[in-house]
T-cell receptor, first 111, second 115 residues
Framework: SQQGEEDPQALSIQEGENATMNCSYK?????LQWYRQNSGRGLVHLIL?????REKHSGRLRVTLDTSKKSSSLLITASRAADTASYFC???????????FGQGTRLTINP | EAGVAQSPRYKIIEKRQSVAFWCNPI?????LYWYQQILGQGPKLLIQ????????DSQLPKDRFSAERLKGVDSTLKIQPAKLEDSAVYLC?????????????FGPGTRLTVT
């Protein structure tokens, strides 16, 4: 079963705009991670946020975590064509010691 | 640092045939994972190894799927016999220690088509 649910399923924006993707989950977590997958490739780790953290930045990426709402968001600022990919959130549920991935958001950046 | 290696990259077989995938994790990574990713979905964990012991295989269809991790390094995943619904990308990943919040490094995957 999928722990994380991403929203929207697909997002298409113009280059230079910001892209926001959301993830909701069901159980208590140790941490939440975001991954990117380019078409036909493996997943690449983007950022990890721990359950006691509320916000984290990495370059043009900003991740927030609200454990009271069991949700997270990934913001990509000043998008580029190379950001076109699928983005997955993955949760490390307490006591599970494994990641459970959501269905992903398919992001398309139009030049 | 070399990444996670997988082979083959692509495989086409007929239903009821058998197939095997190979994975070489990042050196020093104790934990190894096999995922199945059906088109349009997120990866689903099939089996997780810690060194050469199985930690979680609850979603592995054991009547047809098997996996082993020899000497706690390389791993193979086998499907015998294959069904049409096994068509997917099979991803291998490794990590240092998930309990410490480590991220997973993924290989490029093997795209399996069962006809």
């Amino acid at each position: 079963s999928q722990q994380g649910e991403e929203d929207p399923q697909a997002l298409s924006i113009q280059e230079g705009e910001n892209a926001t993707m959301n993830c909701s989950y069901k159980t208590s977590i140790n941490n939440l991670q975001w991954y990117r997958q380019n078409s036909g490739r493996g997943l690449v780790h983007l950022i990890l946020i721990r359950s006691n953290e509320r916000e984290k930045h990495s370059g043009r990426l900003r991740v927030t975590l609200d454990t009271s709402k069991k949700s997270s968001s990934l913001l990509i600022t000043a998008s580029r064509a190379a950001d076109t990919a699928s983005y997955f959130c993955a949760t490390d549920a307490r006591g599970a010691q494994k990641l459970v991935f959501g269905q992903g958001t398919r992001l398309t950046i139009n030049p | 640092e070399a990444g996670v290696a997988q082979s083959p990259r692509y495989k086409i077989i007929e239903k009821r045939q058998s197939v095997a995938f190979w994975c070489n994790p990042i050196s020093g990574h104790a934990t190894l994972y096999w995922y199945q990713q059906i088109l349009g979905q997120g990866p689903k964990l099939l089996i997780q190894f810690q060194n050469n012991g199985v930690v979680d295989d609850s979603q592995l269809p054991k009547d047809r799927f098997s996996a082993e991790r020899l000497k706690g390094v390389d791993s193979t995943l086998k499907i015998q016999p294959a069904k049409l619904e096994d068509s997917a990308v099979y991803l291998c990943a490794s990590s240092l220690d998930l309990a410490q919040g480590a991220y997973q490094a993924f290989g490029p995957g093997t795209r399996l088509t069962v006809t």
